[in-house]
């Protein structure tokens, strides 16, 4: 039979036609089989075990790794400034663990732990060193320790303990100075300074950090959570709250009344959030504090909506500070980002 270019032309789509629905009839069966009868089998890593069953277990907040190497990096400290000045501040939502403790009349300041192998473009405004921080710091080895200065004691103390001490005053090379703001609150750094930190000088220091927190997936609250959590260190300008998203199941970080903003773009939050009661007293007529970093005291840990009353301890300068239940055991904390709010007898919680 005799066809006309036409008729051809129409036969050769159809044929075309057939072939690719064939084609998507075998994937779709393919994919039915794999994923229908067996849907975990598409999360299984080289090790042959699910990445829901945690392979690795990151020892600085609990995240799931699929390497060795991955569980226990090399970390970075930064001292970062929370005066209106400072506002946005940069970089501090890509941070694992924040520590906000009372500085000078009770303003409040952050100390951002960071894997070294994050990637931050821009992080600050860098500030200055006190004492209590470095207490935090020293349970997580020797990490760099970048800031722009610090109190004397502070400074003498970097000295003592033998920190990691990347100051902006010897080391400036490691930090700019911005213009969107002034001094001193334009003193940024980012992953590529710290890295060259490492790089030329990480040889004279011990990574030794291995006793992190006690981790777990907690089921979300459904009933009598606690949604919004206050807290107020020195007026509307420090206040802070907490809230619960219960379709994230985190927590979003509000400051003076507004979500707290990253200039990088986004928001702070959380996957759990302690509040640590410590005790404190006034040293100078500058206002600088001194602040109860060992011993024990109360302690109010938020995750998944839950809200956990029991007690902090810590030993000594090195050793983890730890939190408890009331029936004496540890607190485990939801995987994930971590802010530490360390708040004293100047300070409302509600």
């Known amino acids: 039979m005799k066809y006309t270019p036409e008729t051809t032309q129409l036969i050769n789509r159809i044929s075309a036609l057939c072939i690719g629905l064939a084609i998507l009839v075998i994937l ?14 598409i999360v299984e890593n080289p090790d042959n075990k699910k990445v829901s069953e945690c392979v690795y277990e990151r020892v600085l907040d609990g995240v799931c790794v699929t390497t060795q190497a991955e569980a226990n990096p090399q970390l ?3 001292m970062i400034e929370n005066s209106l000045e400072a506002r946005p501040q940069y970089g501090l939502s890509k941070a694992s663990i924040v520590y906000e403790s009372p500085v000078e009349a009770n303003f409040t300041r952050f100390m951002a732990i960071y894997p070294a192998n994050a990637e931050v473009s821009q992080i600050g405004p860098v500030r200055s060193a006190r004492p209590y921080y470095l207490d935090w710091l020293a349970e997580y080895g020797t990490p760099p320790y970048l800031h722009v200065g610090g109190s004397n004691e502070a400074l003498a103390i970097l000295k003592e303990r033998g920190v990691f001490d990347v100051n902006e005053f010897y080391r400036g090379w490691l930090f700019w100075r911005g213009t969107d703001r002034l001094a001193p609150h334009n003193v940024y ?25 006690k981790f777990e997936d907690v089921d979300p609250c459904v009933n009598n959570c606690t949604v919004t959590t206050s807290i107020v260190f020195n007026g509307l300008a ?8 219960t379709t994230t199941m985190d927590y979003v970080r509000y400051q003076s009344g507004d979500p707290h903003t990253d200039g990088l773009g986004g928001v702070m939050t959380a996957d759990t959030v302690v509040i640590q009661f410590v005790s404190s007293q006034v040293l100078d007529d500058v206002g600088r504090l001194d602040i109860e970093t060992l011993g024990s005291g109360e302690v109010i840990v938020l995750r998944r909506g839950y809200k956990v009353t029991g007690t902090w301890k810590k030993e000594s300068v090195n050793d ?4 408890y239940d009331a029936a004496g055991a540890e607190i485990p904390l939801q995987r994930g980002k971590i802010w530490v709010e360390v708040v004293n007898e100047r300070t409302e919680v509600k």
């Open 76 to 78: 970075v400290a930064i």
């Open 320 to 323: 983890r500070t730890r939190f």
């Open 189 to 213: 750094t980012n992953s590529t300074n710290w890295n060259e930190a490492l790089t030329k000088y990480a040889s004279s220091y011990t990574t030794n950090f291995s006793h992190g927190w």
């Open 28 to 41: 779709w069966f393919v994919l039915r089989g794999t994923i229908g009868q067996n849907p975990d089998a």
């Open 238 to 245: 420090y206040s802070v709250q907490w809230r619960y998203n």
